[in-house]
């Protein structure tokens, strides 16, 4: 969600259909225009735009798919890149081990 407001630990966000107050308490008071992870109604993470807009589409996929639909180019960041180890399962992918 992006603030629109902010009072203290509370403000107000949107995500571009409705408004809802958040609970600014783990991130402190922000300006309008910081995009913010949310839960249970409470900003968790402070995030940059290009990673909030790639949530958002994702979110909007999933939604799709629950509705009907399919997902369209939701998760287009993650195909294109395909699927990585974790680092220290390719150091030992690397290292030749193949028991964990």
Known sequence: MRIIACDGIS????DGRREALIDLSLTGPLDP???VLTFLGAAREVLQEDEALKIRAA???LGAVIAGGDLGDAFADLEATGPTLPPHLAAAKAAGKTIA
Do not use: F, S
């Open 33 to 35: 225009g910081t995009w």
């Open 59 to 61: 979110l909007d996929g």
């Open 11 to 14: 403000g107000t966000a949107t």
